[in-house]
């Protein structure tokens, strides 16, 4: 069964600390992606990675960064944490060409 | 600027009714739509998908219809349950780009007894 996991449920972070979300899939996808849902602007693409150490920036990567450093994990990286990144942070992977991506349980980024 | 516009922001429905979902788009270098389901507390899953040379797809009680002179496509959910009662995200892949997705905003339906 396919699975893509996320370290946290939910995670609060004070203003200006370093925070890592990361994601795993077992699935041997070449594609990863982090999207941010909010409620009224639906997922928004921040990054995706299409290989091992490749990516892209999506919609909104201000204010991000990621790593991939193994094709079954990708990592999102918020340098310096705002109170506007308070959000649900959504993980995805897809096999290369499929417009399937299968998504992990997200994580409930509090900034305070 | 949003690439998939979706509408309504939320839906509510009877028991037995039919649930319709629109999505429009500008962009053509799109190669395939497909509408995701998310449940509270779950990540979006995809639920069913068409591309731009067929103008319905159906599968069960889920239908797309596809209207690609008018760059509009719907969802249609015949017979409603209270287990449909979820947000709903349309989507359209970027031709040549493997499996990046623009989303629409979103549509909560409820389906009431």
């Known amino acids: 069964d396919v699975k893509v996991t996320q370290s946290s449920r939910y995670l609060v972070k004070r203003t200006g600390e370093k925070v890592f979300l990361e994601c795993v899939q077992d699935m041997d996808h070449e594609n990863m992606f982090w999207y941010r849902q909010d409620p009224g602007l639906g997922l928004r693409l921040i990054y995706f990675s299409y290989d091992v150490k490749m990516k892209e920036k999506g919609d909104i990567p201000e204010g991000y960064s990621v790593s991939r450093e193994k094709k079954e994990r990708f990592s999102l990286i918020l340098e310096s944490a705002s109170t506007n990144q308070t959000s649900m942070y959504l993980c995805a992977s897809a096999a290369g060409g499929s417009y399937e991506q299968y998504f992990g349980p997200g994580t409930r980024l509090t900034v305070t | 600027q949003q690439q998939v516009k979706q509408s309504p922001q939320s839906l509510i429905v009877q028991k037995g009714g039919i649930s319709i979902i629109n999505c429009a788009y500008e962009?053509?270098?799109?190669?395939?739509f497909p509408w995701y389901q998310q449940f509270p507390g779950k990540g979006p899953a995809l639920l069913i998908a068409i591309r731009p040379d067929v103008s319905e797809k159906k599968e069960g009680r889920f239908t797309i219809s596809f209207n690609k002179s008018a760059k509009q496509f719907s969802l249609h959910i015949m017979d409603s349950q209270p287990g449909d009662s979820a947000t709903y995200f349309c989507?359209?892949?970027?031709?040549?780009?493997?499996?990046?997705?623009?989303f629409g905003t979103g549509t909560r339906l409820q389906v009431t007894l």
């Open positions: 989507a359209a892949r970027y031709t040549g780009t493997a499996s990046k997705l623009t």
């Open positions: 962009n053509t270098a799109f190669d395939y």
